[in-house]
């Protein structure tokens, strides 16, 4: 069995339809895929209406908030005191997202505590997914 860490934080929408002007995503990660992390939109804040969930590397996330950092569909930077922003870029538009920066750290070192970086490499099943890989389509 494995632990899977979510955290609702509170994110400030600054380029997004509908403008919902601040909402709780939600951040995860899941050993099971260790170089991943996730955040979970709830569907009033999309175009959709539907819960969107945007998946990209934790050392993105972590050197976002230091630097600059991202070339494509998800960037991340610091900015100002306390807030990091993500940006997200999709053929529908684009989403400029505020977080407080201590609940990114918050987060990550929670990750940090399940699988160290660098470690990573340790969780991977390599034989499921060769397994899956070498699945026959139906």
Do not use: K, N
Request: glycine fraction near 6%; hydrophobic fraction near 45%; charge should be negative.
């Amino acid at each position: 069995m494995s632990t899977v860490i979510e955290q609702l934080v509170e994110a400030r929408l600054v380029a997004a339809a509908p403008r919902v002007p601040t909402i709780s995503a939600t951040l995860q990660y899941d050993p099971r895929d260790p170089f991943a992390v996730r955040i979970t939109f709830p569907a009033p804040a999309t175009l959709e209406g539907v819960e969107v969930c945007w998946t990209f590397a934790r050392e993105l996330l972590a050197a976002g908030l230091e630097r600059t950092e991202g070339q494509g569909d998800v960037r991340v930077r610091p900015y100002g005191f306390g807030r990091t922003v993500l940006e997200f870029h999709a053929p529908e538009g684009a989403a400029v997202v505020h977080l407080h920066s201590t609940d990114v750290r918050s987060f990550l070192d929670a990750a940090e505590s399940l699988v160290p970086t660098g470690l990573e490499y340790l969780r991977l099943d390599i034989d499921r997914g060769l397994a899956e890989l070498m699945r026959d389509p139906l």
